[in-house]
DNA sequence: AGTGTTATGTTATATTGTATCATTAGTCGT
DNA sequence: ACGACTAATGATACAATATAACATAACACT
């Protein structure tokens, strides 16, 4: 498999954690990182499953890559996006701090995606919110179902919801 | 089917909204309405269905529940938790403002959920971010993926992610 | 080497959601 | 009231996403 310097140093960063952590970087979680690293774009298990399939020579079955995708995630280094049922790697791993929370932007229609940046205060007092309702957040990530420029100019106006108040 | 005076003023809402907006509150919708409304809880377009066909006489099938599900959403009755793919009607609408942001704390876990007030100010200084990358917030909802307070003492310490940095 | 643990392979199946076309029920103009 | 149009539902099939369960392989430790 290709490797460009960026996807090594997603590796390199990857076996730090994995050291640090006590578990195993394996050949094939190796692999699934790489393709999903040089994909940069949400995809869901089984067309990761395509992609790595067409460029690793042994063969993978989703469920193996549900399992690695779960581990990748568990160590931070994939987010799994709910909203649309897609897995994107971490772009705060490489070189940088990794302790933001990243706020998906998620567009509903073509699933494009932005990580906006917020504010650190904000995100900061808000947990204190979720802290007070007696919740602890997980996943270090939030999501917001929307609409992209793009898709906003091709939908049509006056959705039922429109009117309403 | 039997109707507390919530759910009956749950359908009033509903009615008069219809009304505005030119849709039509039909009888199947609308008792879908109320047996969402009587559960209170998130449920599947699955599970949903099931308590429909406990409760009214007229048997219905999930496609039908998925339809119905969608126009609810619509005119903003229904919120759908993509984070857990369940719904549960909006407690926004009965004798209250609409123009809220609902923020859903989703326990990951036992998938309760709680719905957090969030500041105004926060919300409208949020969305201005959104607004500023170019997006256009839909569905009126934000989720975070979290943990509820029993679930956080149910689980295991260490996490592979634990040691991170 | 032997033993326990972790990761993967393999098959089957559960869960969630959509496409498509037929049928029914309203709506509107005449 | 009648026909024509549109909206809503019924019904069947299927796609897409995800998990369960058990077997095998790889590693780690003594």
Redesign the interface.
């Known amino acids: 498999m290709m490797s460009t310097v960026a996807a090594k140093d997603m590796v390199k960063v990857a076996r730090n954690?994995c050291d640090?952590?006590g578990?195993r970087l394996t050949e094939t979680r190796q692999h699934v990182l790489e393709v999903l690293f040089e994909l940069d774009t949400p995809v869901s298990a089984y067309e990761l499953t395509e992609h790595y399939n067409l460029l690793i020579d042994s063969p993978i079955k989703t469920m193996s890559i549900y399992r690695i995708l779960d581990?990748l995630e568990?160590?931070?280094l994939v987010h799994r996006l709910?909203?649309?049922n897609k897995y994107i790697v971490c772009h705060h791993s490489v070189g940088a701090c990794?302790?933001k929370t990243p706020f998906f932007?998620v567009?509903?229609s073509c699933h494009c995606i932005?990580d906006?940046e917020?504010a650190t205060e904000?995100v900061t007092?808000?947990l204190q919110?979720?802290e007070e309702?007696?919740?602890?957040?997980?996943?270090s990530?939030?999501?917001?179902?929307?609409?992209?420029?793009n898709c906003?100019q091709s939908l049509e106006p006056n959705?039922?919801?429109?009117?309403?108040?």
Do not use: W, Y
């Open positions: 954690i640090k952590t578990n581990f568990s160590i931070r709910r909203s649309i990794h302790h932007l567009c509903k932005k906006l917020i904000f007092a808000f919110q979720v309702a007696g919740f602890l957040s997980v996943g990530q939030m999501e917001l179902s929307s609409l992209c420029k906003q959705s039922p919801g429109d009117i309403h108040d």
